[in-house]
């Protein structure tokens, strides 16, 4: 594969992690509200602000994770104790740590 191949590909993967995957997430797990819970999911995507806090505000050679402070360790660590919490608080938790998982495997998979 050619440097655009790779390009483009990485690009897919993140997107479709970002937007088409929490639909699974939602229809194996909480079927019976899976509509309620892929919005919860989609809004989980709000930790990106913490972009606009960075300068630049995109880098493609910055991996988010330990360098925004909403993509801290510290952050997943809570990130992480909201999966013990029932509802909502498990919904956001699970849709941050997706969202943190689909950061790294876009900036450590891919830029090697």
């Known amino acids: 594969m050619d440097h655009s191949q790779i390009l ?16 699974f997430i939602a229809l194996i797990f909480y079927r ?25 505000i995109f880098d493609p050679n910055r991996g988010s994770i330990g360098f925004h402070f909403l993509h801290s360790y510290y952050a ?12 909502n608080i498990r919904i956001i938790g699970i849709g941050l740590l997706f969202h943190m998982l689909t950061d790294f495997q876009d900036f450590y998979f891919w830029s090697h």
Not at 8 to 23: E, G, Q
């Open 76 to 87: 997943i660590a809570v990130y992480f104790l909201m999966l013990f919490f029932k509802g």
């Open 8 to 23: 483009l590909l990485k690009t897919f993967t993140h997107y479709f992690l970002h937007f088409v995957f929490p639909v």
């Open 32 to 56: 019976d509200h899976w509509k309620k819970v892929y919005l919860i999911l989609l809004a989980t995507m709000l930790v990106d602000l913490d972009h606009l806090f960075a300068n630049p």
